[in-house]
């Protein structure tokens, strides 16, 4: 993206970055058994709640939130919401709205 190249690590002339640590460079998946989540969608909380993360920030934003280029990449938390539960809830792009979960309720913007 425009604007992070000073935030990339660029290896010396000649130089190989070995992301993956195989010999042939390429990524190892591992398929996994399906679980049944924790705690299960219920009347009273209808959705189910997914801590993601952004490029720009990791262990919520508590050091990466101090280096200017990443915090104006992404200044603030946001809660994502599917277009379809967004219409039906009424909730739009930008507006702030209250994520309540069985730990306690956060208000951010909504992404739809």
């Known amino acids: 993206m425009a604007g992070y190249d000073d935030l990339l690590a660029k290896p ?3 130089e190989k970055i070995d992301f993956y640590g195989t ?4 990524a190892r998946i591992w398929l996994r058994p ?3 989540p924790a705690e299960p969608a219920d009347a009273d909380y209808p ?6 993360r952004v490029m720009e920030h990791w262990h919520s934003g508590t050091m990466t939130m101090k280096a200017p280029p990443l915090k104006k990449a992404v ?11 967004a ?3 009424g909730v739009k792009s930008g507006e702030l709205v209250s994520v ?3 730990r306690g309720t956060l208000t951010l913007k909504a992404k739809v």
């Not at 010999?23 to 390429?26: E, G, H």
Request: hydrophobic residues 30%; charged residues 30%; proline residues 9%.
């Open 100 to 102: 309540t979960s069985r």
């Open 47 to 52: 959705f189910y709640l997914n801590t993601g």
């Open 23 to 26: 010999a042939d460079r390429k």
């Open 87 to 89: 219409a039906k809830l």
């Open 75 to 85: 200044p603030e938390a946001y809660v994502e919401i599917n277009p379809k539960d």
């Open 12 to 14: 010396a002339p000649g």
């Open 34 to 36: 399906q679980e049944a």
